[in-house]
């Protein structure tokens, strides 16, 4: 069974970091379903129509069912570790061997409840990761997500980068989070994106606005 703090409603949030489960703690959950996405990103010198810099390529992907969501998937920790279950999904969602360590770890937190009743002792805890790479290797891993990687047009229909930039007429971010995003992938996105610096806090504070406005 579960830690008794485990059987909370916590989850992470933009604002409280305080639904948090160490990685040790959510291991400790035996009963837990457990899964794994990472945000792989690199740092581009190239600009969008030789005037906009593009600073930062981030690999999203559109998933089967429409939402938008991290590389990654369920993890079971009887057989395999945290890691080395990411690095199995990545490599069927991907196509590539991509490694990745426990000091990529970013957050454990629980997924919100999919519905009242649904029992504590088998709610989902997400893991998160953040991988930095050179735009080489991104490029290479676009290249075999949408070629040799097993899961294409199965799982994933497609890899797309996030746009960082805000256009004069509100093109880019704002409207790219108006999208729909699986589970906690937009709160991860959008917690990524200050916490490593890849967009201006007061950028990202009107794209939120834009994306608000959108559909209302
Ligand atoms: P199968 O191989 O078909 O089982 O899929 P998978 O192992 O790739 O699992 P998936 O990536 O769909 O992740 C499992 C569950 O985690 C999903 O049902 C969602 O509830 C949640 N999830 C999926 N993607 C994300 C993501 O990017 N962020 C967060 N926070 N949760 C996600
Ligand atoms: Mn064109
Ligand atoms: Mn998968
Ligand atoms: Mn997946
Ligand atoms: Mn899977
Ligand atoms: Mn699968």
Do not use: W
């Not at 997400?126 to 290479?140: D, L, S």
């Amino acid at each position: 069974g579960c830690p008794k703090s485990l059987h909370t409603d916590q989850q992470c949030s933009t604002q409280m970091a305080s639904g948090q489960l160490s990685r040790a703690e959510a291991l400790a959950c035996s009963g837990c379903l457990h899964a794994c996405h990472v945000l792989l990103y690199s740092d581009t010198p190239r600009q969008l129509f030789g005037n906009i810099p593009i600073r930062h390529i981030i690999l999203m992907q559109m998933r089967f069912d429409g939402l938008l969501g991290f590389p990654g998937g369920l993890v079971n920790p009887a057989e395999e570790t945290l890691e080395a279950g990411l690095t199995r999904e990545l490599s069927e969602e991907l196509g590539v061997a991509l490694p990745i360590s426990v000091e990529d770890h970013v957050n454990s937190c629980h997924a919100p409840a999919s519905s009242p009743s649904s029992s504590p002792s088998s709610r989902l805890i997400t893991h998160f990761y953040v991988k930095k790479m050179e735009e080489e290797q991104i490029i290479e891993v676009e290249r075999a997500a949408t070629s040799t990687a097993t899961d294409h047009g199965h799982e994933v229909l497609g890899m797309v980068r996030v746009p960082l930039y805000t256009m004069k007429r509100g093109g880019g971010l704002g409207p790219f989070l108006s999208h729909s995003f699986i589970g906690s992938a937009r709160s991860q996105l959008i917690d990524s994106l200050l916490r490593l610096n890849l967009v201006a806090p007061e950028e990202l504070h009107e794209a939120l606005t834009r994306s608000l406005k959108i559909h209302s």
